[in-house]
């Protein structure tokens, strides 16, 4: 059971991160009285056990809200968290071989017929959207040569001759190592670029951008960024085009239709590192599933996954989880409460025809969070059936919610050994699976950014 805790003060949260180490690993709930595990005021030495544990385990999580944390803009200028909440390989089906690139025609196409930008906005834009329109005359290619089963290098200089016979420059610019793709957005030259392209999966779009929101010149601002699918997972190109083909993603960008959305900023206290993300992020069940699949990889990809999603649906595992949120009126709540699974998304699909979160707007300044309360394989089917028309929201052991920023704080269990037997709780840290890449671990925080970066659609 799940219970929501109305605060008034963000001053007021329980939990949060400090800078020094205290007495207790984790600090009574003020407001209810309950604690989450007991307080003690032996020190580790006094006790004599487990000197091995690590030091963030007896950090007190006293509100990862109160927590400010700096970083840059697209000029390099520190934001603050304060002042983002005031203004501010997930998998998909089917991959793509670049056959539809020999149908058809591709020109640039200007006229009154596209007087109505709105027209041309996929279901998960906000209306009146903002959206502009451009006429590029220089792009740069990003591309991953074995992207969609090696076949990068193909799509890559397929795509390049249409753009070149449309009288666009092209810049093409090869990943060579995974890590490269980031390195090369954050430092490649981009003056007189008007639309960035990313060739490749979710992973690849995961990957440069991390390197493109990290620029120290005013590119976030100016360049327009665009999604060439390439990959197996092309779950973004799947949401802004509605389909994954490569040939309809060429024709939006010689359209030039630009539209600003959002972008997730999360921050890892621990290690105090941030990542940004486009698409989404899963805690739990679904990380799991990844995590299983990759120790199965010897079994090829579809059987794996499903295998995997087998195994962990026996497990139905839960954990005891605090949920920090700020809603988008501002006021700020806990949510507390056992859980299997978290799926926050900024896109409204995973895949095609699927309503994940079907309120979610990608230009609307709010991460979209489905909480998963039960571990129970009837209940978890319960609500396979039902994601394609977006009713699993109304299910008992589903919580939904829309809001600005959340921070997440797992818990496990372990034995003290001390006398009686006590077995306390302490913050867990355990994998993430963000934009498709397993990358990053709780506890985090997650704080929008409203309509940070352009893209074309």
Same mark, same amino acid.
């Given at each position: 059971?799940?219970?929501?805790?109305?605060?008034?003060?963000?001053?007021?949260?329980?939990?949060?991160?400090?800078?020094?180490?205290?007495?207790?690993?984790?600090?009574?709930?003020?407001?209810?009285?309950?604690?989450?595990?007991?307080?003690?005021?032996?020190?580790?030495?006094?006790?004599?056990?487990?000197?091995?544990?690590?030091?963030?385990?007896?950090?007190?999580?006293?509100?990862?809200?109160?927590?400010?944390?700096?970083?840059?803009?697209?000029?390099?200028?520190?934001?603050?968290?304060?002042?983002?909440?005031?203004?501010?390989?997930?998998?998909?089906?089917?991959?793509?071989?670049?056959?539809?690139?020999?149908?058809?025609?591709?020109?640039?196409?200007?006229?009154?017929?596209?007087?109505?930008?709105?027209?041309?906005?996929?279901?998960? $834009? +906000?209306?009146?959207?903002? &959206?502009?329109?451009?006429? @590029?005359?220089?792009?740069?290619?990003? =591309?991953?040569?074995? !992207?969609?089963?090696?076949?990068?290098?193909?799509?890559?200089?397929?795509?390049?001759?249409?753009?070149?016979?449309?009288?666009?420059?092209?810049?093409?610019?090869?990943?060579?190592?995974?890590?490269?793709?980031?390195?090369?957005?954050?430092?490649?030259?981009?003056?007189?670029?008007?639309?960035?392209?990313?060739?490749?999966?979710?992973?690849?779009?995961?990957?440069?951008?991390?390197?493109?929101?990290?620029?120290?010149?005013?590119?976030?601002?100016?360049?327009?960024?665009?999604?060439?699918?390439?990959?197996?997972?092309?779950?973004?190109?799947?949401?802004?085009?509605?389909?994954?083909?490569?040939?309809?993603?060429?024709?939006?960008?010689?359209?030039?239709? $630009? +539209?600003?959305?959002?972008? &997730?900023?999360?921050?890892? @206290?621990?290690?105090?590192?941030?990542? =940004?993300?486009?698409? !989404?992020?899963?805690?739990?069940?679904?990380?799991?599933?990844?995590?299983?699949?990759?120790?199965?990889?010897?079994?090829?990809?579809?059987?794996?996954?499903?295998?995997?999603?087998?195994?962990?649906?026996?497990?139905?595992?839960?954990?005891?989880?605090?949920?920090?949120?700020?809603?988008?009126?501002?006021?700020?709540?806990?949510?507390?409460?056992?859980?299997?699974?978290?799926?926050?998304?900024?896109?409204?699909?995973?895949?095609?025809?699927?309503?994940?979160?079907?309120?979610?707007?990608?230009?609307?300044?709010?991460?979209?969070?489905?909480?998963?309360?039960?571990?129970?394989?009837?209940?978890?089917?319960?609500?396979?059936?039902?994601?394609?028309?977006?009713?699993?929201?109304?299910?008992?052991?589903?919580?939904?919610?829309?809001?600005?920023?959340?921070?997440?704080?797992?818990?496990?269990?372990?034995?003290?050994?001390?006398?009686?037997?006590?077995?306390?709780?302490?913050?867990?840290?355990?994998?993430?699976?963000?934009?498709?890449?397993?990358?990053?671990?709780?506890?985090?925080?997650?704080?929008?950014?409203?309509?940070?970066?352009?893209?074309?659609?």
């Amino acid at each position: 059971m799940s219970t929501q805790i109305p605060i008034s003060n963000v001053e007021n949260s329980t939990f949060a991160v400090v800078s020094t180490v205290s007495e207790s690993s984790i600090v009574s709930d003020g407001s209810t009285g309950s604690k989450v595990s007991e307080e003690t005021s032996k020190s580790d030495s006094e006790k004599g056990k487990h000197p091995e544990r690590k030091a963030h385990r007896k950090l007190s999580f006293k509100g990862l809200f109160h927590h400010h944390h700096s970083h840059k803009d697209g000029n390099g200028t520190p934001h603050s968290e304060t002042e983002l909440n005031e203004g501010s390989e997930v998998n998909s089906t089917g991959s793509v071989n670049g056959d539809d690139l020999l149908e058809g025609e591709f020109k640039h196409e200007y006229g009154d017929e596209y007087e109505d930008l709105d027209a041309y906005m996929p279901p998960s $834009v +906000v209306k009146p959207s903002g &959206a502009i329109r451009i006429r @590029p005359k220089k792009i740069a290619i990003l =591309y991953n040569p074995k !992207s969609g089963a090696q076949k990068g290098e193909k799509l890559a200089r397929r795509t390049e001759k249409i753009f070149k016979d449309n009288g666009i420059e092209v810049a093409m610019v090869m990943t060579e190592r995974r890590g490269h793709g980031e390195e090369l957005a954050r430092e490649m030259p981009l003056d007189d670029i008007d639309v960035l392209c990313f060739l490749g999966g979710d992973g690849t779009f995961h990957e440069c951008l991390n390197g493109f929101m990290n620029r120290k010149d005013d590119a976030v601002k100016r360049v327009a960024l665009a999604v060439l699918p390439g990959g197996t997972g092309n779950s973004f190109a799947l949401e802004l085009q509605g389909n994954n083909h490569m040939s309809n993603s060429i024709r939006s960008i010689l359209r030039g239709i $630009v +539209v600003q959305i959002d972008i &997730a900023h999360m921050y890892f @206290p621990i290690n105090d590192e941030s990542i =940004y993300s486009f698409n !989404s992020i899963h805690w739990g069940m679904g990380t799991k599933i990844n995590i299983t699949a990759e120790r199965l990889r010897w079994m090829g990809k579809a059987i794996r996954y499903s295998t995997a999603a087998a195994l962990e649906l026996m497990r139905g595992s839960t954990a005891d989880v605090v949920f920090e949120m700020v809603d988008k009126n501002g006021k700020f709540f806990e949510v507390r409460g056992q859980y299997s699974l978290m799926i926050a998304n900024n896109i409204m699909s995973t895949l095609k025809g699927m309503k994940m979160v079907p309120d979610a707007r990608i230009n609307d300044g709010l991460i979209d969070l489905l909480l998963i309360k039960s571990g129970k394989t009837s209940d978890l089917v319960s609500i396979f059936k039902r994601v394609y028309n977006g009713t699993h929201t109304e299910l008992d052991c589903v919580d939904y919610y829309q809001v600005k920023s959340f921070a997440l704080i797992p818990f496990s269990e372990y034995d003290d050994d001390v006398e009686g037997g006590i077995t306390e709780k302490e913050v867990a840290e355990e994998l993430l699976d963000i934009d498709g890449e397993l990358k990053g671990k709780t506890p985090f925080k997650c704080t929008m950014m409203p309509k940070h970066i352009k893209v074309i659609v």
